[in-house]
């Protein structure tokens, strides 16, 4: 996960996004791309017959408050030991996300993220979602894997192992209701296939699974919540599952996200 990429904008939870992505940039000696999107085609005006102008002053107004942005965040970083570049993009938030995940192994967003859902089911990379005030800057402790048996939850497991072999324990958490047909042990032998030693708990629901999840992964100290996420449209009401749309909503643990 050397590729990292964080989009910046003016939200409480930027911190927690940038620190997270330092400190992962640290462990893996990895690169931060902090990305400025602004959707200007966006802010074309409508003439009565037709046509459409841009209002140049308003175009003008927000570039500039996106390079001042920028220049901020460039001086901010400049200490740091982490090598990392800034980049305005003119795109809406989910295509210049899109674009860039291309060339990159991981995107560090936010559970409040409005677009979280798009991304995370449009964008073929992980993504590292934050709780508001819990940045992840300890990548060595427990970590769950939310197993279902599911191809979304296979996808994430393999998107995570980076992560997995920097904790200090795995645990893959299955719900006895859900995994029948699929066996969490085969996703442990995946796992030790790559060097990942893991514990399975098949666990009994208690309330919700979501809650389950967490509940167990509150006992066992995880830092980290590896799930995969599923939908059927990249528009902002997309059907997520219940359980994935459940932690997004509730978690206060980090998540990895995959689809």
Known sequence: MRSILCPVDSSSTLDDRV?????LARVVNGHVTFQ????????????PFGGATLSAAAIAEVREADERRAADLEA???????????????NGRVEGVAAASRFTDVIVASLDEPALEEIAVG????????????PMLVFDGPA??????????ANALRASLPLLRLAGQVHIVTVREKSE???AADAARYLSRHGVTAEVHAVEPKGTIAATIEETARNLGAGLIVMG???????????????????LDRSLIPLLLAH
């Open 144 to 153: 769950v894997v939310a197993w279902d048996g599911g191809h979304e939850a």
């Open 229 to 247: 996420v599923f939908g059927h449209s990249r528009l902002r009401e997309l059907l997520l599952g219940g359980v994935s749309r459940a932690l």
């Open 123 to 134: 964008v073929r990379s992980p993504v590292l979602a934050l709780p508001k005030g819990v």
């Open 76 to 90: 901010r970083l400049a200490p740091q030991d982490v090598p990392f570049d800034v980049e305005i993009v003119d």
């Open 181 to 183: 047909d699929f066996p």
């Open 19 to 23: 620190e997270t992505a330092l400190a």
């Open 36 to 47: 400025i999107a602004t959707p200007f085609a966006q802010m074309a005006v409508w003439e």
